[in-house]
């Protein structure tokens, strides 16, 4: 192998790789918010704990949906992306409807990133203090509410490292989803190597530009990291002590 | 009038019997100290009334109605308002929206005479400089302050305080108490578990000694502390005295 063999297969052919490239992008971010979404969505009923005035038919739907959403995730983490991607696509194409190649590999990744996300919600949620919730609770906020306020605020903080993970993780496993052929970055990198015969120097050019693509997205969502680390806080001009309480005594 | 009526309460934590027949009542603009050894029942029962844990058997009766029996619980959780021992702060949010998420929420007020409301309210605890400060940046009194502060932007008929200075370093629980005996002044009515029976010697109206899931005892202050009838007081009185 010879680096200027890399270099000049780089240049020659950098069209094409920017092609992967931008493939490769749009169906890893877009997949991880989808996934997201989804996660977001599936792990919040999941760690939804009924209260113990719920109706009995509230609990019987809650535990219809616990069993199903646990049947997507268990399917969708337990079975290779690629072969998910090869049975959906053509599942869809050849019963349903002749979908769009991009669009498919989208929704696969979406699917499957869904069912690692709704996992990590739903550590994410239980992890924040059961206490904050008794707290809101006890102000008369309905569960939903102190849901949307209180604690998947904390519990999209506490998960975003791992959140964060998978768009590396979709980044380098979109990859297999050249079989349904689209155009990503591995594709690609198929064609040109078939050309040019130079199956290492391709290669390895492609790892670099993979290893350049997953270096940069986790400086990125490092430096998110910090910034949603870094709390506001105030610094008070005057000591407060108990000699300052003054009580407005009520109706005054 | 009683604002609160317990009546034969039981309950079980599987078969951990917790609380075994309790009954009392609370009337307006009264303080009752809840005092007893830990494991007691006197959290539980507190957390009964505020609908954070149910009973097995009898009846809680506040503002006239039997709460085991309320559909709507949000709407009478706002009349009672609760303060924790670990303070419970929404960490996300500074002082200030801490005790305005509820007021918008649940009583639909617009945000700004929320914050109003808060600012005086934060003000009568002395925390008028930190409403932008988050729960992080607090010591425990300033926080059990601010928990305080939330709870009373409800305009609750009732508070229930579940040992509001037993997570506190000693220098930090004169605060508190200074906070709450205020609200007794004001006739707040509030039910309190604690464990500083200085405090509340000084402002109970009513004391009421729970042992093992039973009140063993309940009376003036003065009758518990300074001539109790059952023997199991005068040992608990006299190993924390």
Known sequence: ?252 | MALIEIKNVKKSFETNKVLSDISFEVNKGDVVCMIGPSGSGKSTMLRCINLLEDIDEGQIIVLGQDINKIKDINAYRKNVGMVFQQFNLFNNMNVLDNCVLAQVKVLKKDKNEAEQVAIQRLSEVGLKDFIYAFPNTLSGGQKQRVAIARALCMDPEILLFDEPTSALDPQMVGEVLNVIKNLADQDMTMVIVTHEMAFAKDVADKIVFMDDGIILEEGSPDQIFNNPKNERTRQFLSRII
């Open chain 1, 1 to 252: 192998m010879s680096l200027s063999k890399c270099l000049e297969i780089l240049t020659k052919y950098f069209p094409s790789f920017l092609l992967g490239i931008r493939t490769t992008l749009i169906v890893a971010i877009l997949g991880t918010l989808i996934g997201l979404i989804i996660g977001l969505f599936i792990g919040g009923i999941r760690a939804v704990k009924l209260d113990k005035t719920a109706s009995k038919s509230v609990y019987i739907i809650k535990k219809i949906i616990d069993i199903i959403t646990k049947i997507y995730i268990e399917v969708f983490r337990g079975t290779p992306m690629m072969v998910q991607a090869v049975f959906i696509y053509y599942l869809v194409y050849t019963n349903i409807f002749k979908w769009d190649k991009m669009f498919a590999a989208i929704f696969i990744i979406s699917i499957n990133t869904g069912a690692y996300m709704a996992e990590i919600i739903r550590s994410g949620i239980q992890a924040v203090d059961p206490g904050q919730n008794e707290a809101a609770r006890s102000l008369g906020m309905s569960s939903s509410q102190t849901m949307m306020n209180v604690i998947l605020p904390q519990a999209i903080k506490n998960a975003f490292p791992a959140i964060g993970n998978e768009l590396i993780v979709n980044i380098k496993d979109s990859s297999v989803l050249m079989i349904i052929s689209i155009t990503e970055l591995m594709f690609q990198s198929n064609s040109i190597a078939g050309t040019t015969y130079r199956f290492t120097e391709t290669y390895f050019v492609t790892a670099m530009i993979y290893l350049f693509l997953t270096s940069i997205s986790s400086f990125i969502l490092h430096l998110i990291e910090k910034r949603l680390n870094n709390t506001k806080t105030s610094f008070p001009q005057s000591d407060t002590n108990i000699h300052s309480i003054v009580i407005a005594s009520k109706g005054e």
